[in-house]
Structure formats: C-alpha cells, structure tokens
C-alpha cells in the first residue's frame, strides 16, 4: 500500500474504531517486528485523531475503552522499547571494544 493510500485510510478511520486500530497496533508489538512501522502509523494516526483523542464530551464507555486501549498500547511499546534500548547499548559496547582494539 502506498504512502498517500495509508494517509487516506489513516484520515478516514472512524472515531469508534480507534481502540481496535490500536489494539492491531498493540497486537503487531507483541510479535516483536515493525517496530518503527507501528512508531510511524502511531504518530500519523495520533497526529490527525488528537481532536477525537482529546475531547472530553461523549460516551464514557467508549472514552475509557480507548484510554484502557492507550495504556496497553503504552505499556507493550515501554516492555519493547527497552528491549531494544538494552540490545542497541550491547552492540554499541562491542562496536567500541573492537573499534578500541584494532587501534
């Protein structure tokens, strides 16, 4: 799918079903790939919904359906990103150790 085909669909997500595209998102960290796939459609998607997002007046329901949606989501992309963090400052140690002994 095509950039600009990704940004319509992005755009004209309904509001109701935020939490699911969410939940995908969650669901596609669990599997450990796509990390910067997942980063990107987050941001897009967060960046034209923020007025859905942010409003206080509707179903409470469906507000803390999405709010709950958000926390997993938040948390599953804190348990990965830190798994990255420790992997990336590993090889960072080992490229210097070897970059120190061919010196």
């Known amino acids: 799918m095509s950039v600009s085909a990704i940004d319509f669909q992005l755009r004209t997500l309904p509001a109701d079903l935020l939490p699911k595209f969410f939940k995908m998102l969650t669901e596609v960290l669990k599997t450990r790939k ?3 796939l997942v980063q990107a459609y987050l941001a897009t998607a967060m960046k ?10 509707g179903d409470e329901k469906e507000a803390d359906e999405l709010t709950n949606v958000l926390e997993e989501l938040s948390l599953q992309e804190e348990r990965i ?20 002994a061919l010196i």
């Open 34 to 36: 796509d990390f910067d």
């Open 48 to 57: 034209i919904h923020r007025s859905t997002l942010w409003r206080k007046e």
């Open 81 to 100: 990103w830190s798994e990255y963090d420790q992997v990336i400052v590993e090889n960072a140690a080992v490229t210097q150790w070897v970059k120190n």
